[in-house]
């Protein structure tokens, strides 16, 4: 009697069952979502003017940013002119280099008022900043 032999060697299945595959990646992604903190940056919004021969600047600076609603920013804090005049007169300031942000739609009068300030003070370092147009 001969019996038959079966040659047919079964290499895993036939089909994959990606049911579970796809409940942990789900389980993955509402974790995640629920455990991260969406924490936006504040900052203070400014389109600088654009200027063909502006220069890069590698300094450590005291920033003041003046907005389009002509709200003044000492080194990202809201301040005042006596304010900025009280920062301004401090003996560690004198020596560096001031640096105006202004918006395009800002008072002119504004960033005049603040070099007339910077010069009052003897400060003589004082910049402009600008994108550099292209």
Known sequence: MKFKRHTKISHGFEQINI???VDVIFQLLIFFMLSSSFVFQSGIKVKL???ITS???????????ITSENVMY??????????????????????????I????????GRVIDIWDL???????RVNIATNQEK
């Open 55 to 65: 220069e890069i600047i590698k300094e450590e600076n005291l920033i003041i940013t």
């Open 19 to 21: 049911a579970p595959l």
């Open 74 to 99: 000492i080194n990202n804090t809201v301040g005042t002119m006596k304010s900025l005049n009280a920062e301004l007169a401090k003996k560690e300031n004198k020596d560096r280099l001031i640096l």
């Open 101 to 108: 942000k202004a918006d395009r739609r800002s008072s002119l």
């Open 49 to 51: 003017p654009k200027a």
């Open 118 to 124: 910077c010069r009052e003070l003897g400060i003589e």
